[in-house]
């Protein structure tokens, strides 16, 4: 493939007996700067990422970090598919999943510039008729759509899509509601969604392995993500663009997409203040938050125009220097993990090819920024040294009943949560290991007999492994506990009318 000159410089390569590790040079940046991206964390990166990606079973991942406004250095480890054993390099492609929201949002910015989008106008405005039908739909904007202010689910599923909330009331992460804006984007351009990123981004910033739908060029470099276990998954293939999760980006290319925003090219200065200026506090308890008003809100967190805002105290008071912009990404065999400082224009973007790979995650941006980022107590995944990835971890090796009686107190305390435990369980039906996934999903509902998702997921347990009765007096329990649950109305209706 035919690449622009490579603005990082030459690769060095190091081989060790665990993993393959590449790494570009690096400049030193000034020490008058006060930055948390300020130490070179080339060393420790280097001694720390094969460890985590052991302990993690993450077979590979890529990292490119910004200095200065400029691409700085960009770090290769592991491997792309871990039964082919080809090397993550600089060329290597990955699902991007959320962090197309930040680039699609960058889209909408410059096209408010243009004149072509009002940042305040209804977004029902622009199309020939109504997305939905709801009077609440005027009141959803660009500016209620980029910070997740739409009343909509994160995705619909089998559901019509519905406003849950007035919009602009408060915050609830949505998938949806960038898909109704790239409705409105492709109606006013005339274009394709990705004929639009590659006029706008792409082509303009060099990104040349970038695209919001499948190349054939993809086939060859794209990295394969993996299960927990590190077993390789089909690849998602989009032939659609979704604004919301199909870019598939290297890190060296959204690094250059990175030091654009930092350096707010191709956006006016009033622009690139409203994207990092936050517009909403987000509720401490949640990410998809349609269906409960917040207790308290974040002191911390917000979310601006497209991007995580946070905002760390230091002596009991905002630490303005310490500020970043940030996302993530999870489609699921791929995670990722974006993270900059627009005052002195730092940053780094983590792309891995596992669905563990934000399990590692916080120990790798602390390692780079200096600090632990307040972002990873929200997003609520687990870490890879926590009780809950160790007890899913012997479970899948020595099975669910070895785990339970090893974990009993730690499981008794509720420290190891109701998510996770549910996770797990899907898990192990995933891998057709129905008796161990029974057993672990029977142990949910023990722990959290008012919870309707953990007699959902037992019924669903159930159902597979042919046990339809027991799998109707789930369904039962669940509709009991939230008469709103539409799947168990469904699966009910299914299994009642075979009998």
């Known amino acids: 493939?035919?690449?622009?000159?490579?603005?990082?410089?030459?690769?060095?390569?190091?081989?060790?007996?665990?993993?393959?590790?590449?790494?570009?040079?690096?400049?030193?940046?000034?020490?008058?700067?006060?930055s948390p991206f300020y130490n070179d964390p080339f060393s420790q990166l280097q001694a720390d990422i094969p460890k985590l990606m052991q302990q993690a079973d993450v077979p590979g991942l890529s990292i490119a970090t910004i200095q200065d406004g400029k691409p700085f250095r960009v770090y290769n480890f592991g491997l792309k598919n871990a039964e082919t054993k080809q090397p993550v390099t600089d060329e290597t492609i990955f699902e991007a999943a959320s962090l197309s929201k930040p680039v699609f949002a960058y889209v909408v910015l410059k096209l408010v510039d243009q004149g072509q989008l009002g940042l305040d106008v209804p977004l029902s405005t622009y199309l020939p008729k109504p997305y939905i039908i709801d009077d609440r739909l005027a009141k959803i904007t660009a500016r209620i759509v980029l910070s997740h202010r739409t009343g909509f689910r994160n995705w619909r599923g089998d559901d019509p899509l519905k406003i849950y909330f007035t919009p602009g009331e408060r915050f609830s992460y949505s998938g949806e509601g960038y898909v109704y804006l790239q409705t409105v984007v492709e109606q006013i351009t005339g274009k394709p969604l990705n004929d639009v990123m590659t006029d706008l981004v792409f082509t303009p910033l060099g990104m040349t392995s970038s695209s919001y739908v499948w190349r054939a060029v993809f086939d060859a470099l794209t990295a394969t993500g993996h299960d927990p276990d590190a077993h390789p998954v089909d690849l998602w293939k989009p032939d659609h663009a979704g604004s919301a999760s199909t870019l598939n980006t290297s890190a060296h290319d959204y690094a250059l997409f990175l030091a654009a925003v930092l350096n707010g090219t191709g956006l006016k200065p009033s622009t690139l203040r409203e994207m990092e200026t936050p517009q909403i506090a987000v509720d401490p308890e949640c990410t998809n938050c349609t269906d409960r008003a917040p207790k308290e809100l974040s002191k911390s967190l917000f979310w601006g125009l497209g991007w995580g805002i946070e905002r760390p105290e230091r002596h009991g008071s905002t630490d303005s220097n310490s500020e970043t912009l940030w996302h993530w990404g999870d489609n699921g065999a791929f995670k990722c993990f974006v993270v900059a400082n627009p005052r002195n224009k730092s940053g780094m973007v983590l792309f891995t090819n596992s669905e563990n790979g934000l399990a590692i995650a916080p120990a790798i941006v602390r390692d780079v920024i200096g600090r632990d980022h307040l972002a990873f107590t929200w997003v609520k995944y687990d870490a890879y040294d926590s009780d809950s990835f160790r007890f899913a971890k012997i479970a899948h090796e020595k099975g669910a009943d070895v785990a339970i009686k090893q974990f009993d107190a730690v499981l008794k305390s509720t420290s190891i949560s109701e998510v996770s435990i549910n996770s797990l369980g899907y898990r192990l039906l995933r891998q057709k290991r129905s008796a161990d996934a029974i057993r672990i999903l029977q142990l949910n509902t023990d722990l959290h007999p008012q919870s309707a998702n953990t007699y959902d997921s037992l019924a669903e347990a159930y159902m597979n492994s042919g046990n339809n009765s027991l799998a109707i007096q789930f369904y039962e329990k669940s509709l009991t506990l939230d008469p709103t649950n539409s799947n168990a109305t469904s699966q009910l209706k299914k299994l009642k009318s075979a009998q």
């Open 1 to 34: 493939m035919n690449r622009p000159p490579h603005p990082f410089p030459p690769l060095v390569l190091c081989f060790s007996a665990a993993l393959l590790f590449s790494s570009s040079a690096i400049a030193q940046q000034p020490a008058s700067i006060p």
